[in-house]
């Protein structure tokens, strides 16, 4: 009976945190679309998304200027975010479900920078490949940060039989330098124009963008999302050790094959509509798993829900704090991610010096 009312306990509070989780998005949202620069009342934002979407707006008087605020800048802006976010924090939380470390994501392993480097080639170079059209730029960046992360593991390889986490941490480090120098040199190599655009794209922002590039991300992000969260099994195995995952049943290759490029996919399309965003696939993947534990099942879920509000809450910050300029969104992250994820490491270490 003690075992049923605990499990009935866990299942209420994890219930309510996917309420809290979606309420939390929702309103960080309305938050979004309400507050900036130029006033537009709720009941006109609800009545242009509904008269937009559904067709089933209510009111008769709607300013055009309005209309064309919250339809064309504010609405796509806060939905790039929250894609960007989730995906992002979806693909940490994989990371470190596979690699059983906190410090894992994709920046500290090499896949955000070798996706960063093929977003910068195809600016630089202003490639476009036959059949992909504008998708050139996404796939681009994905394959990049595929190639990076076969670098990293094949580093790992040579250099040790096991693959110890903290090897795979620490190649992942060598190959990002690598490429942060090869990204500086062509920087150096570009004229002013084309310099001014990849180091303002390098900051990371969801600024000017519009509709299309929701419809650059969004497949990658629905395909990579339906990968992760179908293989959570795998992973809950996985933090258990290669070797006793095997033992259970689980093919280990194949499984960490679907998450690796699952998390893949999200990073490099993050990356290619972005730029280099930092701290959300470090910190949130973090913060959800002192609150739902390590299953897998709902700590990939609530990563994307709260990772996507945190990316509207920071983009909101960024674009208000010093109006009417606007802050790289990767500068109010870091300010925020890195505090709070010092605070998680010391509040760890005091904590298992407390159960010794």
């Given amino acids: 009976m003690r075992n049923l009312s605990i499990l009935k306990y866990l299942n209420n509070k994890i219930g309510w945190l996917y309420v809290i989780s979606g309420g939390l998005v929702l309103g960080i949202s309305l938050l979004g679309l309400f507050y900036s620069s130029v006033t537009v009342t709720v009941p006109t934002i609800l009545h242009i998304i509904l008269d937009k979407t559904l067709n089933m707006g209510w009111l008769t008087d709607i300013a055009k200027n309005e209309e064309m605020i919250i339809w064309n800048i504010r609405l796509p802006r806060v939905l790039l975010a929250f894609c960007i976010g989730a995906s992002l924090a979806l693909a940490g939380a994989a990371f470190q479900g596979l690699l059983r470390n906190p410090l894992a994501d994709p920046y500290t392993i090499g896949v955000?920078?070798?996706?960063?480097?093929?977003?910068?080639?195809?600016?630089?170079?202003?490639?476009?490949?036959?059949?992909?059209?504008?998708?050139?730029?996404?796939?681009?960046?994905?394959?990049?940060?595929?190639?990076?992360?076969?670098i990293v593991f094949g580093l790992v390889r040579l250099s040790s039989k096991s693959l110890a986490i903290e090897t795979i941490i620490l190649a992942g480090i060598i190959v990002s330098a690598f490429i942060g120098s090869l990204v500086s040199l062509i920087i150096s190599l570009s004229d002013r124009e084309s310099m001014t655009q990849i180091i303002y794209w390098l900051y990371g922002s969801v600024g000017m963008r519009g509709w299309s590039h929701i419809q650059l991300i969004l497949p990658f992000m629905l395909i990579g999302s339906f990968i992760l969260i179908y293989h959570y099994r795998e992973l809950n195995a996985l933090a258990l050790g290669e070797d006793a995952a095997d033992h259970i049943g689980v093919d280990v290759k194949k499984g960490k094959t679907f998450v690796l490029i699952g998390a893949s996919l999200l990073t490099g399309a993050a990356v290619a509509v972005s730029g280099s965003i930092g701290f959300v696939g470090l910190v949130i993947p973090h913060l959800v798993r002192l609150v739902t534990g390590p299953n897998h099942r709902h700590v990939l879920p609530l990563s994307m829900l709260v990772g996507g509000a945190f990316l509207i809450l920071a983009d909101l910050m960024a674009r208000t704090i010093i109006a009417p300029k606007e802050l790289p969104i990767g500068v109010i992250t870091a300010l925020i991610g890195a505090p709070v994820f010092a605070l998680l490491l010391i509040r760890e270490r005091f904590g298992k010096g407390a159960n010794k």
């Fill in 112 to 150: 955000s920078s070798g996706a960063s480097l093929g977003a910068v080639l195809v600016l630089f170079f202003q490639v476009t490949i036959v059949g992909l059209g504008s998708f050139t730029l996404p796939v681009v960046a994905i394959s990049f940060g595929l190639i990076s992360l076969f």
